[in-house]
């Protein structure tokens, strides 16, 4: 079994909370952690008829029947159960008594800012992490990371990844969706969510995609929030500080899961991402989605940006450090080149409080030059 990173400040949030809830997509291994964690709990699974129709007809009995310390996974199949679990927390007192599962935002963060503020510690669990799959030995190179992206099942089953994600776009992506909005065109929703990987690393125009996709941009930002909610895709915001310009204000778009952006795309193997065109946007959504996973294992909030202002001046990656930007440039070159920084150092002139420039690129020496540095993607997060 890997060992997931964010199991520590799991630990540590459910020493101080008696509620505590893990979110993240679909099969990227809460479940898996939180009975490693809790070793000793209940545990039962909304996704099972009977336990969704006991918890949705009676409460009461639901907890009777799974007494707490529990782990109840898929709870945003019945978010009214959240109501009784706060009786139930304020009665006991106990700590790590819940341990909520949940792959929706919206109904799950509505419920729990209504009946648990206060009593939930909220982490998020992405799949594995680059550092994760190293500390298992398993070392891949760029195009087999992009490829096989980093799905837990993919590992541990052995799945080849163009089975793996179609199965997972069809039985997890679309059902999602169509539980949380009535999509009327379901092949008008698979054009965009591929046109949407054919953009990643770019901000999205939602008018110019509407002519493509057929349905009107108000439609179109709807499923994007949806499948934002889902942890389907990931908005990074740009970096609003004013530096004396005029920035660009709209977010660029990451798929969670670079491997299922790839398979959206008809990428069939390693080899066929060394010649994809969009190489560059894939390897930049890898790093990306890495340094997430790497701030959320530490039980940390993003906290991650990007810059582009009106003249064509952007950073592709910008991490806050206590109020210090760390610029970040990622190249898919395995090969440094000086030019590589051009963008940090004229960034470094507008920008007073920044801290370790970097370029991030797919080679593996890992060198400074004119203190920034140049590493190896592997070891970024580390």
């Known amino acids: 079994m890997i060992k997931r990173q964010i199991l520590p400040a799991l630990k540590q949030v459910a020493k101080y ?28 699974n909304l996704e099972d008829t009977f336990a969704f129709k006991l918890a949705t007809d009676d409460p ?21 159960l959240l109501h009784q679990i706060q009786v139930l927390a304020d ?22 800012s209504q009946s ?19 500390g298992a030995g398993i070392t891949l190179s760029r195009d087999e990371y992009i490829h096989s992206g980093f799905m837990p099942g993919i590992y541990a089953n052995k799945i080849p990844p163009s089975l793996f994600y179609g199965n997972y776009y069809r039985t997890y992506v679309e059902r999602d969706v169509r539980q949380l909005i009535n999509i009327g065109n379901q092949r008008a929703f698979e ?19 509407s002519g493509e996709v057929g349905v009107s941009s108000t439609t179109l930002a709807s499923w994007l929030s ?19 310009k005029r920035l660009i204000k709209s977010p660029k778009i990451y798929f969670t899961e670079v491997g299922l952006a790839s398979w959206l795309l008809g990428i ?79 960034f470094l002139t507008i920008a007073n409080n920044t801290v370790k420039p970097t370029v991030v690129y797919s080679g593996e020496q890992n060198v400074s030059v004119k203190e920034i540095s140049f590493m190896d993607f592997r070891k970024f997060n580390r």
């Open 91 to 112: 009665l006991q007192k106990k700590k790590r008594a819940f341990v909520l599962t949940g792959s929706h935002q919206p109904a799950l963060h509505e419920g729990i």
């Open 116 to 134: 648990l503020a206060g009593r939930v510690g909220i982490l998020r669990l992405l799949p594995f992490s680059i550092a994760e799959l190293s």
């Open 191 to 209: 054009v965009f969510i591929k046109l949407l990987a054919g953009r990643v690393g770019q901000v999205v125009n939602l008018n110019s995609m």
């Open 60 to 80: 009461a009995e639901f907890f009777e029947k799974y007494k707490s310390p529990v782990i109840i996974d898929e709870i945003q199949r019945v978010p009214a």
């Open 268 to 346: 069939e193997s390693p080899q066929q991402v060394f010649r994809d065109p969009l190489l560059g946007g894939l390897f930049e959504n890898l790093v990306v989605l890495d340094t997430l996973k790497s701030r959320y294992n530490y039980g940390k909030e993003p906290e991650l940006y990007y810059f582009r202002d009106q003249h064509g001046l952007e950073i592709d990656l910008c991490l806050n450090h206590a109020r210090q930007l760390q610029p970040v440039e990622i190249k898919s070159a395995k090969t440094y080149d000086f030019s590589m920084a051009d963008n940090i150092r004229s």
């Open 226 to 244: 949806v499948l934002e909610a889902s942890y389907i895709i990931f908005r990074l915001p740009c970096y609003f500080n004013n530096f004396g």
């Open 17 to 44: 909370y008696p509620v505590v809830a893990l979110f993240g997509p679909r099969q990227s291994g809460k479940t898996t952690l939180a009975k490693m964690a809790f070793p000793k709990h209940a545990y039962v």
